[in-house]
Nanobody
Framework: QVQLVESGGRLVQAGDSLTVSCVAS????????MGWFRRAPGKEREIVAR???????FYADSVKGRFTSTRDNAMNTVYLQMNNLKPEDTALYYC????????????????WGQGTQVTVSS
């Protein structure tokens, strides 16, 4: 079992930067692929980033070059640093974990946090 708790979401202005965090509990954190998803109003949940135990992270095209995700395995924490935020980045951001195969489909992921709201005003 993995429990995930996100924090750090808030209202910001376009062009601002913001970092959200996700703390995982459970002894098997290092066995899980971690990910960030988001769900904008009226849209389906979509992948933002996948963060492996080691090696490079994957980013969706819509955030590539602006978002960076890092993983502190010693602290069981993943971060999503978001730069040059745009109004279209407004969404509920979820942290997720899976011990299965790599997938961008949220239905394939095993564990979810409650989400943290990021709102970008123009």
């Amino acid at each position: 079992q993995v429990q995930l708790v996100e924090s750090g979401g808030r209202l910001v202005q376009a062009g601002d930067s913001l970092t959200v965090s996700c703390v995982a509990s459970g002894r098997t954190f290092n066995r899980h692929l971690m990910g960030w998803f988001r769900r904008a109003p009226g849209k389906e949940r979509e992948i933002v980033a996948r963060i492996p135990w080691s090696g490079p992270s994957f980013y969706a095209d819509s955030v590539k070059g602006r978002f960076t995700s890092t993983r502190d395995n010693a602290m069981n924490t993943v971060y999503l640093q978001m730069n040059n935020l745009k109004p279209e980045d407004t969404a509920l951001y979820y942290c997720a974990a899976t011990s299965g195969y790599i997938s961008d489909n949220y239905r394939d992921w095993d564990y979810w946090g409650q989400g943290t709201q990021v709102t970008v005003s123009s």
